[in-house]
């Protein structure tokens, strides 16, 4: 069975950082684009980035670029999301989730089928 | 940057049929997919490549797709539909994937 188990829920403070991890097991981890989604409070789905493990190639959506880094170990077939000094705004449940693409017939496609738990990081003074 | 436009609400009574919209100017050359999310849990996969179901989802979650325009299609809505669902794809370059803003389904 293909799982994304990811760590516990987070309680930090603005200015400090953090790293949360999302452990894939029952499939070839370095096959698979693996990504993270945020869900601030209330609010809707936002794509965060994708990691290819095979390469460490890594994607951003514009709005996440240079706000968090995405990173992967093979060896213990995890995926990381990081923030080098958190914020407020960053109070939110992110999901790691797998990612599938490519091309079938005369169209691309991009989606998810896979998704983990969900982590619940909460930032607040 | 690129956008998926999804309608803020749909409502239907039980038994009825919901659509549910969803728009992008690179959805004619981009399969989308759709997830349901229900309160306090993860997303879920309804429907993949515009019109595929994934094993375990009920016949009656259909998807359908014209031009510009996606369609999630409950046909027989159940009172366990309710839920939010969210339409996925990427911009023009695949390098960028978005998600719609998510509607609400209200089964009345």
């Known amino acids: 069975e293909v799982q994304l188990v990811q760590s516990g829920a987070e309680v930090k403070k603005p200015g400090e950082s953090l790293k949360i991890s999302c452990k894939a097991s029952?499939?070839?981890?370095?096959?698979?684009?693996i990504g993270w989604v945020r869900q601030m409070p209330g609010k809707g789905l936002e794509w965060m980035g994708i990691?290819?493990?095979?390469?460490?190639?890594?994607r951003y959506s514009p709005s996440f670029q240079g706000q968090v880094t995405i990173s992967v170990d093979k060896s213990n077939t995890t995926a990381y999301l990081q923030w080098g000094s958190l914020k407020a705004s960053d109070t939110a449940m992110y999901y790691c989730?797998?990612?599938?693409?490519?091309?079938?017939?005369?169209?691309?496609?991009?989606?998810?089928?896979?998704w983990g738990q969900g982590t619940t990081v909460t930032v607040s003074s | 940057s690129y956008e998926l436009t999804q309608p803020p609400s749909v409502s239907v009574s039980p038994g009825q049929t919901a659509r549910i919209t969803c728009s992008g100017d690179?959805?004619?050359?981009?399969?989308a997919y759709w997830y349901l999310q229900k309160p306090g849990q993860a997303p879920v996969l309804v429907i993949y490549?515009?019109?595929e179901r994934p094993s375990g989802i009920p016949e009656r979650f259909s998807g359908s797709s014209s031009r510009t325009t996606v369609t999630l299609t409950i046909s027989g809505v159940q009172t366990e539909d309710e839920a939010d669902y969210y339409c996925?794809?990427?911009?023009?370059?695949?390098?960028?994937?978005?998600f719609g803003g998510g509607t609400k389904l209200t089964v009345l």
């Open positions: 996925q794809s990427a911009d023009s370059s695949g390098i960028h994937w978005v």
């Open positions: 690179a959805l004619p050359k981009h399969y």
């Open positions: 029952g499939y070839s981890f370095t096959n698979y684009w």
């Open positions: 490549k515009d019109t």
């Open positions: 989730a797998r990612h599938e693409q490519g091309v079938s017939g005369n169209h691309y496609y991009f989606g998810i089928d896979v």
């Open positions: 990691i290819y493990p095979g390469d460490s190639d890594a």
